[in-house]
């Protein structure tokens, strides 16, 4: 007689209801699965705690949501081809046992129902295979970072191969560790059987996995396998092969030339063209894809090998995952101007947004503003170990107490997971990782392994000894230690106790430390024969698309301020059901900065996207817009600046709000400044109200409405700002924006002076005209925002100079209820009520800025603009860029090169 565990049961007692919930057509209510849960109880040894634990892991899974995606569609897009009648004449294999494969790997039924009719509406905009007529459509899709991409188009090349699409070439990044990574997991999810490249004939070596552990499976043939990537001369014709064919390959000049060469020897000699139809996935298409010449110039060799490899076939569907779009859209969409004779990548046929499950957690899980958030803790001891900017020859000697603790953290994290399994609140989820990014240099990277042994040595001894023990925090000061990090972490956070994570310390297996660069040799296994464990400490080879299988802490000190690297280092964004509670990531105040601005910037790109949606806008005049963007002008520019002493952009200013977190220190430009605020607010003081109609937290601040345009502008224009502010601190390139504006529908501002509603007569400060204001106290940051500037008074480490919800000066009391009522009693984000308003908005602050021992005081002027979206098309003023330019207004260019 078969005898099961506890565990086993209820595994199988969850598998149970997952699999009814799956076969039912009825909403899954909580009658359902009460009934489902009562079922349960005719079990042996099934308890109501044991039910607890299953009806809170299924509910992870089925309470999940999601949104559908947003989809902008070019001009020229050709009807529906994929109609219902098409859909009915057309087999389905390869979805219908990919889908029911998905389902065996505990993807939740929303996830999947949404991946399904998100493809369906993807599908639909490339070419049809079975068309007549060429074709060559280029389109984007875009998802968060490790938010599930690589799912979608997974699912997307199973339905391309059911529709006709014979080739399909999914293009990996530039490491082949990634490549490994996805040719590993297409085997699973669409080809069913460990790949052999350019063999077809299926033999008692074959060893059937994923997909294709269902009866009689048919078998994609493949080009390329885990070990190898595509060959210099393939021996394998296309018009010879029957099933669809795969090919995963890097963005490698020799390998995107090898495939160049062998798609050439399949060119119909009648026609000039490969005749079978092609689906190109670009993965992260952000990276390498993207031509960063100039126009006179040949394009950059990868991005002009991926152009010649689509200009070889006749039918043709190029579709670019990212999840930083914004280098994408900066590729021109008239991209004539080069002085290639093929098309530019740019996804002039439509642009998709994926919507992230509501399990997903991303930037906006990890940055927020809640002062309650115990995810984030800055890095402030590591510049003495290793400069944030360092150069090849530097010697490692120790490594931070910051380091010391992530790492101590990530072993009590370990075993709260361990202590988590065993009640099976985390399942199909055996690892657990920790990552440290620290250098870009592999040497770097290498010379810190020791030190993190050590440390993680020191840990596993007092662990060995002691943790066994009670009051074991007692027994030694690492055990101390461990308590102490316990109790400042996840103390009243977690269910779990310290004495049971003591227990589960006591049994855990102990991590292996592994190093990850092109030249440590080293790999990351997810298998029965890799450790559970790891610290995995790298850099570039982390950055682009490998997922650290289970992890929890991140140690991330870096000086990238590419959005896209940024964004891709993120490796800790992800599905982490079960421990999402746990999650720690250490990081500097420059970066916590960065990725605080660089989630408004996505976030408003995928505003825009929405509401051009709405307007039945193009991909081509989103991408116009969108490359006007000071944020993705950062992008765009430090690529190009890799090949280009000067590029020449647009930008725009609306939709922002503008803050003057820094000051010129120098005396005599804060007078200038406080005098020329004081001969400002003297000129329109005729305009000064007093509205009844505002609520009372607003009555406290000077209200100047509905000033000519003309007058701000002339204030603004002797104001001087810090180059360290950003782009809009540059006058030259600011004002005119601003007098596009009046000259079309800006013509009247409103001007505030924020003021405080309680204060002590040592806050005030008596302008030279006589008149009382009152300062607001702002600490001085130690550490400069931009270290090209020189003369740079910060005033807050977040780029912020005022307060939340400052933008609804100039709404009336009435305006801002009904927009507080949306968001159930909390704060909404500044944006918010920024679009509600029909005119700009300046609001100027009289600032005590003291440092931190508060010795030393200092009053200044620091203003904040605020400008609603402008509908006028042609705001955008052309900008001539220079790299001395944008290191002064933007930030210092850092090579993310690995070497």
């Given amino acids: 007689?078969?005898?099961?565990?506890?565990?086993?049961?209820?595994?199988?007692?969850?598998?149970?209801?997952?699999?009814?919930?799956?076969?039912?057509?009825?909403?899954?209510?909580?009658?359902?699965?009460?009934?489902?849960?009562?079922?349960?109880?005719?079990?042996p040894s099934i308890t109501q705690e044991d039910l607890k634990v299953i009806e809170k892991r299924f509910r992870q899974k089925f309470n999940v949501t999601i949104g559908e995606a947003i989809i902008l569609t070019g001009n020229d897009i050709e009807d529906d081809w994929l109609t219902e009648k098409r859909k009915k004449e057309t087999d389905w294999y390869y979805w219908n046992r990919y889908s029911n494969y998905a389902k065996s790997k505990d993807l939740p039924r929303n996830i999947l129902k949404r991946t399904d009719s998100d493809t369906d509406e993807i599908l639909a905009l490339l070419g049809d295979p079975k068309s007549k007529t060429a074709f060559h459509i280029k389109g984007m899709v875009v998802g968060d970072v490790q938010s599930g991409k690589t799912n979608n188009y997974t699912a997307l090349i199973n339905k391309a191969a059911d529709i006709g699409y014979k080739l399909i070439i999914i293009l990996t990044g530039t490491v082949e560790d990634l490549r490994s990574q996805t040719q590993e997991r297409l085997d699973k999810d669409f080809v069913g059987s460990v790949s052999i490249a350019g063999r077809a004939t299926r033999d008692r070596e074959t060893r059937f996995i994923g997909v294709g552990l269902s009866e009689n499976p048919r078998l994609p043939f493949c080009l390329t396998d885990k070990q190898n990537d595509i060959e210099k001369t393939p021996r394998n014709s296309i018009a010879g092969i029957n099933d669809p064919i795969l090919i995963v390959t890097k963005k490698n000049t020799h390998k995107l030339n090898y495939l160049k060469r062998w798609l050439k020897s399949e060119i119909n000699a009648k026609n000039g063209y490969v005749e079978q139809p092609i689906l190109i996935i670009d993965d992260e298409a952000d990276n390498a894809s993207v031509n960063t010449g100039n126009p006179e110039e040949e394009p950059k060799t990868i991005n002009r090998l991926i152009r010649e490899v689509i200009d070889t076939g006749q039918k043709v569907s190029y579709v670019a995952y990212t999840a930083t779009p914004f280098a994408n859209i900066f590729i021109d969409p008239d991209s004539d101007g080069d002085i290639a004779d093929t098309e530019d990548l740019f996804p002039k046929d439509f642009i998709v947004t994926l919507n992230a499950s509501s399990s997903y957690h991303g930037a906006a899980y990890f940055f927020n503003e809640d002062p309650s958030n115990r995810i984030c803790n800055i890095i402030d001891d590591a510049?003495?170990?290793?400069?944030?900017?360092?150069?090849?020859?530097?010697?490692?000697?120790?490594?931070?107490?910051?380091?010391i603790?992530?790492?101590?953290?990530?072993?009590?994290?370990?075993?709260?997971?361990?202590?988590?399994?065993?009640?099976?609140?985390?399942?199909?989820?055996?690892?657990?990782?920790?990552?440290?990014?620290?250098?870009?240099?592999?040497?770097?990277?290498?010379?810190?392994e020791p030190f993190i042994k050590n440390c993680l040595e020191e840990y596993w001894d007092a662990i060995t000894l002691y943790s066994n023990q009670n009051n074991c925090e007692r027994a030694s000061n690492t055990m101390a230690k461990l308590y102490h990090l316990w109790d400042?972490?996840?103390?009243?956070?977690?269910?779990?106790?310290w004495k049971d994570v003591c227990q589960a310390l006591s049994i855990m297996e102990e991590p292996k430390v592994i190093t990850i660069h092109s030249k440590s040799g080293n790999t990351l296994k997810y298998d029965q024969y890799g450790p559970k464990k790891q610290?995995?400490?790298?850099?570039?080879?982390?950055?682009?698309?490998?997922?650290?299988?289970?992890?929890?802490?991140?140690?991330?000190?870096?000086?990238?301020?590419?959005y896209d690297s940024l964004m891709q280092m993120g490796r800790w964004y992800g599905y982490r059901e079960g421990y999402k509670d746990l999650l720690k990531l250490w990081l500097t105040s420059e970066s916590l900065d960065w990725y605080f601005h660089i989630l408004e910037a996505t976030e408003d790109l995928r505003?825009?996207?929405?509401?051009?949606?709405?307007?039945?806008?193009?991909?081509?005049?989103?991408?116009?817009?969108?490359?006007?963007?000071?944020?993705?002008?950062?992008?765009?520019?430090?690529?190009?600046?890799?090949?280009?002493?000067?590029?020449?952009?647009?930008?725009?200013?609306d939709d922002k709000?503008?803050?003057?977190?820094?000051?010129?220190?120098?005396?005599?430009?804060?007078?200038?400044?406080?005098?020329?605020?004081?001969?400002?607010?003297?000129?329109?003081?005729?305009?000064?109200?007093?509205?009844?109609?505002?609520p009372d937290s607003q009555k406290q601040h000077l209200h100047f409405l509905n000033i000519s345009a003309d007058i701000v502008i002339g204030c603004l224009e002797k104001l001087t700002n810090h180059p360290s502010c950003g782009f809009w601190a540059d006058n030259s390139q600011f004002i005119p924006f601003l007098q596009v504006l009046a000259d079309n529908d800006v013509k009247l501002w409103d001007v505030f002076v924020f003021q405080l509603k309680n204060s002590s007569e040592e806050r005030n400060w008596i302008d030279k005209n006589g008149r009382k204001f009152i300062q607001v106290n702002r600490t001085v940051v130690d550490i400069p925002k931009n270290v090209n500037n020189k003369n740079e008074l910060r005033l807050n480490a977040n780029s912020r100079l005022t307060d939340k919800g400052i933008e609804a000066l100039g709404l009336t009391k009435e305006e801002i209820e009904e927009i507080n009522k949306k968001f159930n009693g909390k704060l909404p984000a500044d944006k918010i009520y920024r679009r509600k308003r029909n005119k700009p908005s300046i609001i100027f602050h009289i600032v005590n800025a003291v440092?931190?021992?508060?010795?030393?005081?200092?009053?200044?002027?620091?203003?904040?603009?605020?400008?609603?979206?402008?509908?006028?098309?042609?705001?955008?003023?052309?900008?001539?860029?220079?790299?001395?330019?944008?290191?002064?207004?933007?930030?210092?260019?850092?090579?993310?090169?690995?070497?």
């Fill in 535 to 562: 610290i995995i400490i790298g850099g570039l080879k982390l950055s682009r698309g490998l997922t650290l299988e289970g992890l929890v802490v991140s140690y991330f000190y870096r000086r990238s301020v590419m």
């Fill in 607 to 653: 505003r825009q996207i929405a509401e051009m949606k709405k307007k039945k806008m193009t991909p081509r005049q989103f991408g116009l817009r969108v490359r006007a963007s000071p944020d993705a002008l950062m992008v765009t520019a430090v690529n190009k600046m890799k090949t280009s002493t000067r590029i020449v952009t647009r930008l725009r200013f």
């Fill in 851 to 899: 440092n931190k021992n508060d010795l030393h005081k200092k009053t200044v002027l620091g203003w904040v603009i605020s400008i609603p979206p402008s509908n006028h098309a042609g705001s955008e003023v052309p900008w001539e860029v220079t790299r001395d330019w944008l290191e002064r207004y933007g930030t210092q260019l850092t090579d993310e090169s690995e070497i």
């Fill in 405 to 448: 603790n992530a790492i101590g953290v990530f072993l009590l994290a370990c075993a709260v997971k361990d202590l988590r399994r065993k009640k099976l609140l985390i399942t199909n989820n055996d690892y657990d990782s920790m990552l440290i990014n620290m250098s870009r240099l592999t040497a770097v990277q290498s010379d810190l």
């Fill in 383 to 403: 510049e003495n170990h290793l400069p944030l900017i360092h150069k090849t020859g530097i010697s490692i000697t120790s490594i931070p107490q910051s380091l």
């Fill in 488 to 497: 400042e972490n996840y103390a009243g956070i977690t269910n779990e106790s």
């Fill in 657 to 694: 709000l503008l803050e003057t977190d820094c000051i010129d220190s120098r005396q005599e430009i804060i007078q200038k400044n406080l005098d020329v605020f004081s001969d400002f607010i003297q000129q329109i003081a005729a305009k000064e109200r007093n509205p009844e109609d505002i």
């Fill in 1 to 43: 007689m078969c005898i099961f565990s506890k565990e086993q049961m209820i595994k199988m007692l969850l598998v149970n209801i997952e699999e009814e919930a799956y076969k039912s057509e009825q909403e899954i209510t909580n009658s359902w699965l009460n009934e489902q849960l009562q079922k349960c109880l005719s079990m």
